[in-house]
């Protein structure tokens, strides 16, 4: 079914559902159950998943549209879609005090799925806000992160949707000073990528906590500190991903681009430009020349 089919510009919620961009990830260590402890800064694109809600007395259900809603197999629309498990953890919270539990959810999917920019986390997380408004919860900032951090390690700093630092395997989130402006091309190349099988896949010493400065004058100091970092899972993702490496090629020898990089367990990668315009300038040659790459360009949020 196609968004318009089903007539989202009379639902009552929307909601927009940002890429999330590691502009550095650096894995510091391991705990004993496995997960990773991470240092990781991370912001907000322009591109996102939208979710739109319209309150009604059937069951809550989901419909998922869009270029990438396919890609989300029937499974995935039903209960172990994560918006679905978003909105069960908080009815679970609200208990019988909300007022509207059901109705129609529609997930515009416009971002690739398994692709290191936080797809379904964003859309998680995207519920939680939505329908904590919709059903009037006012559920606590703590309360909603809490629920957040049962739902996927990138769901919590998803919640906040900011430029934030997050530590710990996610859940330990704060404040990072905000970029100046500037424009960010992302580009996926259509493979999939399996995150619990790119940190399985890493070896070698940790990575240091990365020593981040209080405030930024200008571009050209976060893409000097930028370089000294990296992304401790873009060896093992090229490993899996090889194409990986040719994007990352690619998005460095555009004309305006500071730098480049993996975001995530991959495979997408994002470049750093002076201005969203120059940005989408990229993008267009970028999907010119690779037509059946996942390309966008802009600003941050
Ligand atoms: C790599 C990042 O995208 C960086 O932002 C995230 O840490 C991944 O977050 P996510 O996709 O929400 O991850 P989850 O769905 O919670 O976990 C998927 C799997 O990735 C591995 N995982 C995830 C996060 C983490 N800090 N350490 C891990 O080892 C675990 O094997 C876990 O079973
Ligand atoms: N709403 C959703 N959107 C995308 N994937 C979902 C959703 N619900 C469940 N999934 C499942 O979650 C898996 C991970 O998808 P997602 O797009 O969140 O990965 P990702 O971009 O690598 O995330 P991260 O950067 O947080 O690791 C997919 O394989 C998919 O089947």
């Not at 998922?64 to 039903?78: E, P, T």
């Not at 009037?136 to 949707?161: I, Y």
């Not at 555009?254 to 969203?276: E, N």
């Amino acid at each position: 079914m196609t968004v318009a089919a089903l007539d989202v510009s009379s639902f009552a919620f929307t909601e927009a559902a940002p890429a999330k961009v590691n502009l550095y990830l650096h894995v510091t260590g391991r705990r004993a159950d496995g997960y990773h402890l991470l240092d990781s800064f991370v912001v907000f694109a322009g591109a996102g998943d939208v979710l739109h809600y319209q309150p009604g007395p059937e069951p809550l259900h989901l419909h998922i549209v869009g270029r990438f809603g396919r890609l989300l197999d029937a499974s995935a629309a039903g209960a172990d879609n994560l918006v679905l498990k978003a909105a069960r953890a908080l009815q679970g919270l609200c208990g019988t005090q909300a007022h509207v539990q059901g109705g129609t959810l529609v997930l515009d999917k416009k971002l690739p799925v398994a692709s290191g920019i936080g797809g379904g986390s964003a859309d998680a997380a995207a519920t939680l806000r939505l329908l904590d408004r919709a059903w009037n919860v006012q559920a606590s900032r703590e309360d909603l992160l809490k629920l957040a951090e049962t739902l996927g390690a990138d769901v919590p700093v998803c919640l906040l949707s900011q430029t934030t630092r997050m530590e710990g395997i996610g859940e330990n989130l704060t404040p990072a000073p905000h970029l100046p402006e500037c424009g960010m091309v992302l580009v996926n190349c259509g493979q999939a990528v399996s995150t619990p099988e790119v940190f399985r896949r890493r070896d070698g010493a940790f990575a240091p906590r990365a020593a981040m400065p209080e405030h930024w004058d200008n571009l050209a100091d976060v893409v000097a500190f930028l370089a000294q970092q990296g992304n401790s899972l873009e060896a093992p993702a090229c490993a899996v991903c090889p194409p990986v490496g040719h994007v990352l090629a690619d998005l460095s020898g555009q004309d305006g681009c500071l730098m480049a990089r993996m975001s995530g367990s991959g495979a997408t990668c994002f470049a750093l430009f002076a201005t969203p315009q120059a940005a989408r300038q990229a993008a267009d040659r970028l999907e010119d020349a690779h037509p059946a790459w996942w390309v966008w360009g802009g600003g941050l949020v």
